[in-house]
């Protein structure tokens, strides 16, 4: 297999985020995500931003996440899919985003 083969394994969209809550039955803090992806339509995802984030700063964000990893039970919340970020110098999570405005559900290639 191909890096890029690998690559296309994943499937990997843009969505918006329609509402934001604490999970606090989390053992790390983290949030409670639904998101928008258009097409494909809303899916939940647990993410640990609540280091650089709030919910309110959240709502209305444009996010990237990998749609077909499965879903799974995070402190009884379903996590439908994983919002990618990448630690900071201290470790804090920061979102990865598109820079501009760009269809909901669209690939990232």
């Known amino acids: 297999m191909t890096p890029l083969q690998a690559f296309e394994l994943l499937?990997?969209?843009?969505?918006?985020?329609?509402?934001?809550?604490?999970?606090a039955e989390a053992?790390?803090?983290a949030y409670k995500l639904w998101i928008d992806f258009g097409p494909l339509g809303e899916k939940a995802s647990s993410a640990q931003l609540t280091a650089l984030y709030t919910p309110e700063a959240l709502v209305g964000r444009?996010?990237?996440?990998a749609v077909n990893l499965g879903a799974r039970k995070v402190a009884g919340f379903t996590s439908e899919v994983l919002v990618l970020g990448l630690?900071?110098?201290?470790?804090?999570?920061?979102?990865?985003?598109?820079?501009?405005?760009?269809?909901?559900?669209?690939r990232v290639y």
């Open 87 to 106: 630690p900071d110098a201290e470790g804090r999570v920061v979102l990865l985003e598109p820079e501009r405005e760009v269809p909901l559900g669209g």
């Open 11 to 23: 499937d990997l969209r843009v969505g918006r985020v329609l509402r934001a809550e604490v999970n």
């Open 27 to 29: 053992r790390k803090p």
């Open 62 to 65: 444009l996010v990237v996440a």
